[in-house]
């Protein structure tokens, strides 16, 4: 099994809708982060927690907000989605070392389409 | 913010042949990440390289840190090679705690 899991793996929704991207992870990692990928583009960071009382806003938060249910679960939602929001998802997770932030995993993707 | 560079944007290689991507990056970091991103989309984990050399098979990864720039080797390459693949780092301060992601390099790979 797949140490990020982020649920559903596809989905299409209509305008207006609301929908939630979820995302647990195995790795026992506290930081856990959602990024957005438009086609042709790198990603781009949409919220981060570092641990279940620490929510922070990325660079492209507006139109999204999240919930950290546990250390092992971040959920994604779009409260009244709109077709710019068509684009994959990806949550990842990272440990804290005296470096600072550790390698990130990645989940496998939610791909959505916004009609 | 940080920029991050990738070259070539586009490459393309006959199966068995050896190259170089390059990234550059303009400020101080403490974290760099190598990703394969495959045709399905799924980010695969190359190297957490912040500086020196590492190796895993035909794939090896070069970071000089106080010159900003990593390196990407492949040798031998496989169609199962292609895909895109982002360079990411991560500011040393400042920098909001984000990956930022290069626009990353197209390698297509032919038999």
């Known amino acids: 099994d797949a140490d990020v899991t982020q649920t559903p793996r596809n989905r299409i929704t209509k305008t207006g809708k609301r929908i939630m991207l979820e995302c647990s992870q195995t790795?026992?990692?506290?930081?856990m982060y959602w990024y957005r990928q438009d086609p042709g583009l790198g990603l781009q960071l949409i919220y981060y927690?570092?641990?279940?009382?620490?929510?922070n806003k990325g660079e492209i938060s507006d139109g999204y907000s999240v919930s950290r249910q546990a250390q092992a679960k971040f959920s994604l939602s779009l409260e009244s989605a709109i077709p710019n929001q068509t684009a994959l998802y990806f949550c990842?997770?990272?440990?804290f070392g005296t470096g600072g932030d550790t390698e990130a995993f990645f989940g496998q993707g939610t791909r959505l389409t916004v009609v | 913010g940080i920029q991050v560079e990738q070259s070539p944007p586009d490459l393309i290689l006959q199966e068995g042949a050896n190259s170089t991507l390059r990234c550059n990056f303009s400020d101080s970091v403490n974290n760099l990440q190598w990703f394969h991103q495959n045709p399905w989309g799924q980010l695969i984990n190359l190297f957490y390289i912040p500086s020196g050399t590492k190796q895993n098979g035909r794939l090896s990864a070069t970071t000089v840190a106080t010159e900003r720039y990593s390196l990407l080797y492949i040798s031998s390459s496989q169609t199962t090679d292609s895909g895109v693949y982002f360079c990411?780092?991560?500011?040393?301060?400042?920098?909001?705690?984000?990956?930022?992601f290069g626009t990353g390099t197209q390698l297509k790979v032919e038999l």
């Open positions: 990411a780092v991560r500011r040393l301060t400042g920098g909001g705690n984000k990956l930022t």
């Open positions: 790795k026992g990692h506290d930081r």
């Open positions: 990842a997770t990272s440990d």
């Open positions: 927690s570092f641990d279940v009382k620490d929510i």
